[in-house]
């Protein structure tokens, strides 16, 4: 598939023609996962995880060797107006912090056997104040979805997308309201650990940014008013995912939020995707029900930077070793009854 898309028309096109799952892929594990030591349904998700799985790799049946987790990090115009306990020059420190291998999710990936790439987006470059106009004009927005889309590796089996940046979990509530509705309170959650009255703040931000935007277009269109180069790259980044049939494991409230505008653009954009976790943040589960995605974890996260879908690698890990390795019944001398 071309990689060559310098509109978003012509993104909008790619996502329109993107392949679907394998139905005899599908057909072939069901009957695999039948003859396997075990009464039906006993691994209880793990045996749906691996079908999924399969219907999208096709193929005989295999663990996942090659995980690949990317963490995209941008600045946002609108962290001047104080939504975040941060100042914004922390996501280029963070930045230096994954590159360094001292984050979170440095060791998350480690343990989980996964490769982990950081993509810096102009940082020096904030996108604009949402509430004062569009958050990114069409080149950078292009820009943003085509480094995502050119950031995963072709020969990866499985793939978590990721992010930094300060004053995105501002970007993301206002994406949710303007996309799924509700008033900006209900989408809007204290992030970095912002107070009662930072709280505030950032509430009337995302109403006075949903305000001037929504309506406007459909997902590509509102992320490019209010979203941010780093949830570009995640949107971008998911679709290439499945150009290629890479199965994804979605993180918390921001990536789920890019992951939105994908779906409210083109009908089953997320069908190759699983919800990793429930963040703590406020807005994530109402998010994760509206794309109708039962999270794997539950563990209280909000750090952001793809740790809860990384933790979630090793559970698609379980479920692949589990159907690719264990024995028949025929295998094991076992009889099935």
């Known amino acids: 598939m071309t990689t060559d898309f310098t509109t978003l028309s012509a993104f909008r096109a790619l996502l329109a023609s993107q392949p679907q799952a394998d139905a005899e892929a599908l057909a072939a594990a069901k009957a695999h ?16 995880l691996a079908l999924w799985y399969r219907s999208w790799r096709g193929g005989a049946p295999a663990e996942i060797e090659a995980p690949q987790v990317i963490v995209f990090a941008g600045n946002h115009g609108v962290a001047a107006r104080g939504v975040s306990a941060f100042p914004a020059e922390v996501t280029e420190q963070m930045v230096l912090n994954f590159q360094h291998g001292g984050a979170a999710i440095n060791q998350l990936s480690r343990v989980a056997g996964a490769t982990l790439d950081v993509v810096a987006l102009d940082l020096d470059l904030p996108t604009q104040d949402f509430t004062q106009g569009a958050a990114m004009d069409e080149d950078a927005c292009v820009t943003a979805l085509l480094a995502g889309w050119q950031a995963v590796n072709t020969d990866t089996d499985l793939l978590v997308v ?49 305000a001037m935007h929504a309506g406007h277009g459909d997902g590509i269109e509102t992320l490019r008013r209010l979203g941010g180069r780093e949830l570009a ?12 049939r890479i199965p994804v494991i979605l993180d918390g409230f921001i990536c789920c939020a890019a992951a939105l505008c994908l779906a409210r653009t083109q009908d089953g954009a997320l069908d190759h995707t699983v919800a990793g976790h429930l963040s703590a943040e406020g807005g994530h589960a109402r998010l994760l029900r509206a794309l109708a995605k039962e999270p794997l974890l539950r563990l209280g996260l909000r750090l952001g930077e793809a740790s809860g879908a990384a933790l979630a690698i090793s559970v698609l890990k379980g479920a692949m070793a589990c159907h690719a390795g264990m024995a028949t019944f025929a295998q094991a001398g076992v009889s099935d009854g």
């Open 233 to 244: 790259a995640m949107a971008g980044a998911i679709a290439r995912a499945r150009a290629l």
């Open 162 to 210: 990721g992010e930094m940046g300060i004053a995105n979990t501002t970007s993301a509530a206002a994406l949710a309201c303007a996309l799924l509705g509700g008033t900006a309170a209900d989408w809007t959650g204290r992030g970095t650990g912002v107070d009662d009255a930072g709280l505030d703040l950032k509430t009337g931000v995302v109403a006075d940014g949903v």
């Open 33 to 48: 996962d039948m003859q396997l030591t075990k009464p039906p349904g006993a691994l209880g998700r793990l045996e749906d």
